[in-house]
């Protein structure tokens, strides 16, 4: 079986050879049918005359699928000969019928329209070498018929196939269209998953990390002074590392398939009822922060939870990083019937706005750009800016819809 289809590939691969082994048949009838009528009464022409025009037509379709144009006026010019110099139809004259199909299948359009109309009057012209006793009106038309009707049906077969191929290469040119937007979209899905996720490594890494510094440095100062107070700061230091594994492990498992995680592995997404665990904490760690919640709590999307976490986190990181040692902030919640608003001030010296538009508390490009992609992805509006009495603002309205 794997030969035979080897065979099929080869031969499809190279059509030449197929036609010429099919030209090499139509050759030999064509030499059995010129030798056999030779001195039969009426007939007309020489055998040399009636080979040549056979090898001729045999030319034609040995190479009619490789020079498609060219094979069909050779076989107009060969037709005309024949008629002009009267010889007799023979076998090989088939290759008008092939010519006639390939050119109307794979040819230019020009010569699909010329290959019907030749053959038509081809076909009207062979009428006038008919016996005379032919010539009545039934006998008109059954030639007509019969001259006409096959050159008819190699056109439209050939003309069919053309069609086929067409919608075919459509298909074929629509499915490859298809597979490269699939492409593109899985790469655009990709890039929006990674900004996701370099995202959300910011928002842990810049936060905890910062408060595990100031932890650290507090320490470290009232170490000999006051133990325990730096007791108190080892032990922030620890739960807020604790708390950033917690948080580096869930991001991490949606790198992970399914079968390789495990239950109780990875923490919940972090939500508006976490904001008062990040303020303690802050606090915690030295920045006063005043905390208000104002209209009646309710459920929310899980995605305008989470923004709304990190973009506290991300203010409140910023102010610790840039308030200066007497900075204090503070974060208002509001319900409104058709939003969340969120507001975050602080009375900090602050640092130069272009810093938070271009590089954000690490100064690698995640500060309030990342936090406009933030809430652009649930449909809010963020304005950012300096306070007119000093310090830093960062206000938002996320758009409130039915949890599902």
Known sequence: MGYVQRLYDFLRRHPTWVDTFWAVVLLGLSGVSVVSLHGVPGHHGTI??????SVVLCVVVALRRRYPEPMLLVACATGLAQLVLDVETTVA????LVITYTVAAIGARWASRLALSVSLVAAALAQLR?????????????????????FALAWVLGDSMRTRRAYFAQLEERAARLEKEREAQAKVA????RARIARELHDVVAHNVSVMVVQA???????????????KALETISSTGRQALAEMRRLLG???T???????????????????????????????????????????????????????????????????????????????????????????????????????ADGQGHGLIGMRERVGMVGGTLDAGPRPGGGFRISVLLPLKPAH
């Open 93 to 96: 004259d088939f290759a008008m």
């Open 130 to 150: 008919w016996p005379a006793e032919h010539s009545g009106f039934v006998g008109q038309v059954a030639i007509a018929v019969f001259q006409t009707v096959p």
């Open 258 to 360: 399914g079968e390789h995680q495990e239950g109780g592995e990875y923490v919940p997404q972090p939500d508006v009822e976490q904001i008062d665990d990040l303020i303690e904490q802050c606090r915690t760690s030295g920045l006063p922060v005043d905390f208000k919640v104002e209209g009646t709590p309710r459920p929310l999307p899980s995605g305008v939870e989470l923004t709304a976490y990190r973009i506290v986190q991300e203010a409140l990181t910023n102010t610790r990083k840039h308030g200066g040692p007497n900075a204090g902030a503070s974060v208002r919640l509001v319900y409104f019937d058709d939003g969340l608003g969120l507001l975050v001030e602080d009375d900090g010296k602050g640092a130069p706005h272009e810093l938070y538009e271009e590089g954000g």
């Open 217 to 231: 440095d507090g320490a470290a100062y009232v170490l000999d002074a006051a133990p325990d107070q730096a007791k």
């Open 48 to 53: 040399a005359t009636a080979a040549i025009v």
């Open 190 to 193: 990709v890039a929006a998953e």
């Open 254 to 256: 949606v790198l992970r």
